[in-house]
């Protein structure tokens, strides 16, 4: 790591990094969700709804939730900064309409930013802009374990 790059700066690299980084073998590689923009303040991603729906063929909720603790999950430790773990424990959404096609893109937004809790909002919306559900996530900080990887 370069030792001109800002702490934070660094955390943030390398928080985004391993989960740009992820092999197929995890939830988020086999769903096919991208992170396009990632910060403690917002985090951006995208999935495809195909091949992440239910009998119906619409965008199952579940997949829906996984995209927005996903989302809400980054943020939260890239708010948590080095030496942190986060870990969800609350989600709730909102589906408001199906999606059958395409993409869905969901944007978190975060609501609460403190020592020991995060809360985001994720918003996640299909190609057309129309919302398709609204999620809120709350993220547990904790130290890291003596010996264990942070991230």
Known sequence: MNSEVPVEQGHEQ?????????????????MGIRILEASAERVV?????A????PYGLL????????AETLGSLGSALHAGPGRV???????????????AGQVTG?????HGGRTLTTYEIVISDDQGRRVCTSRLSCLLRDAVPGRPAA
């Open 14 to 30: 390398q928080i985004t990094a391993a989960f740009a980084a992820a092999g197929p073998d995890n939830l988020v590689s086999r």
């Open 45 to 49: 991603g995208s999935m495809p709804v």
């Open 51 to 54: 091949g992440n729906t239910q």
């Open 60 to 67: 199952h909720g579940g997949a829906s939730c996984v995209l």
């Open 86 to 100: 986060t870990v969800g424990i609350e989600i709730s959404a909102t589906h408001h309409r199906g999606a059958s």
């Open 107 to 111: 944007v978190a937004t975060r609501l």
